[in-house]
């Protein structure tokens, strides 16, 4: 077949439409699976594959591959020709080259390899290859044709580059971001307890001041409430952070939750006999994989942040199998939170707007329980209707793969 003929063979009207898809889609994988299946239809190949690599790498890449012919699975197993692809960037021009035994028994064995250069702003970025096996030969035009596919191609991996280059900037920018409100965030959150602090205490060392016991002892109360602030703030800090990198260390074990949550209710009912803890647990639970510790931190947190945002409620903690699954729901009767809030209840540092002056809080507590809950395969969410009081459903599988 001739350069011309083979050229001939394409649709000018249909290959327009196909360059301006090409240039137009994001999709680079869809784009060139697209393109594949289009070039099939008029030039024959087997396999076609996609390395990326200059003259400077040793090792090429493979960025795509594809086999379409006959016998697929047995092709795809086939060397894709890495070979021809290090010599076309080593000489920077296309190659062909045919098997000299043209009538071996196996086809695989006899691969026919037409490699060309693919190029963004003249430097060589990598290699097409198409692949017969068993033949025919390559015709004379073929080399021409592959090197004006090779162009399109070029072009979507141009776009691909591009693509990721702006998805790592928007990372980049988006981490850069998150960094700066983290710093500000804590900046704020610090300096409350320490100005409360800083600032009764210098009150009560004025010498000009002559303050009676009463007066002393609330200034002292005070102090201490923001010294707990303080030291609550740094804690939940310090186990975010260590969620956050991974470096926060779990003794993963076999336990009965049940027992955990019975242990937490009595702190509380101790510490608060007027708050009122309903528990109702099924009987004969299985046993769960978890860390004793932190799953105690999880229902703490839980329980504590019914006691800020909704003082005086009934909270109701429901433990129950479900399938594959062991659930805990955790609910109060108290004001509850308006829907369009739940989407960032787990988020760092956030709190609702409308009880962030009014009750004390880090806005860390809720974001810890799901990150620890997360590291056992679990999931936690929440559910809320404005005045209607507020919903925590946590999912614990009973065969969290973790080694004892």
């Known amino acids: 077949m001739s350069n011309e003929f083979l ?3 394409i649709d000018k009207e249909k290959l327009l439409q196909f360059c301006h898809f090409v240039s137009s889609s994001d999709d680079w994988k869809a784009t060139l699976d697209k393109m594949v299946t289009y ?11 996609v390395y990326l690599g200059d003259s400077t790498i040793k090792r090429m890449d493979v960025l795509y591959a594809r086999a379409m012919g006959r016998g697929r699975s047995k092709e795809a197993d086939v060397s894709w020709g890495e070979d021809i692809a290090s010599r076309v960037v080593a000489e920077k021009k296309a190659f062909i080259i045919q098997p000299e035994n043209k009538t071996a028994s196996d086809r695989l064995q006899s691969p026919f390899l037409l490699g060309v250069p693919l190029s963004i702003s003249k430097e060589i970025t990598g290699v097409l290859i198409f692949i017969r096996f068993g033949g025919p030969d390559f015709e ?4 021409e044709f592959a090197e004006l596919m090779g162009t399109l ?6 776009q691909k580059t591009i693509n990721d280059y702006e998805k790592e900037l928007s990372g980049l920018r988006r981490s850069s971001n998150l960094q700066d409100d983290f710093i500000s ?3 704020h959150e610090l300096r409350n307890p320490l100005g ?3 600032g009764y205490t210098t009150t009560l060392l004025r010498e000009d001041a002559d303050w009676d016991e009463k007066t002393k002892h609330d200034f002292l109360e005070i102090i201490d409430r923001e010294t707990g602030h303080l030291g609550e703030l740094i804690d939940d800090l310090l186990d ?3 969620l956050q990198s991974g470096n926060m260390r779990f003794d993963f074990q076999s336990l009965h939750i049940d027992a955990i949550i019975r242990d937490q209710v009595k702190r509380a009912e101790y510490t608060n006999p007027s708050q009122v803890i309903k528990l109702e647990v099924e009987q004969q639970l299985p046993t769960v994989v978890g860390d004793p510790r932190r799953l105690a931190q999880v229902i703490d947190n839980l329980i504590e942040n019914s006691k800020k945002y909704a003082p005086g409620s009934v909270i109701t903690i429901k433990v129950f199998q479900k399938e594959a699954n062991l659930v805990i729901e955790f609910s109060d009767t108290g004001p509850g ?4 809030y739940l989407p960032n209840m787990f988020s760092r540092f956030f709190r609702v707007p409308e009880l962030e002056k009014s009750v004390y809080g880090t806005g860390l507590g809720l974001s810890i329980c799901k990150q620890i809950i997360n590291n056992h395969n679990g999931e936690i969410s929440v559910s809320s209707s404005h005045g209607e009081g507020i919903k925590f459903t946590i999912t614990l599988p009973l065969n969290h793969d973790v080694s004892l």
Request: glycine residues 2%; aromatic residues 14%; without cysteine.
């Open 196 to 198: 409360f602090i800083r």
């Open 140 to 143: 004379p035009g073929s080399k």
């Open 185 to 187: 965030t804590i900046t």
């Open 7 to 9: 050229l001939d063979e």
């Open 153 to 158: 191609f070029a072009s979507v991996i141009r």
């Open 39 to 49: 070039i099939r239809e008029f030039f024959i190949f087997d396999n076609l594959v």
């Open 337 to 340: 939170i308006p829907e369009k």
């Open 240 to 242: 975010s952070s260590r």
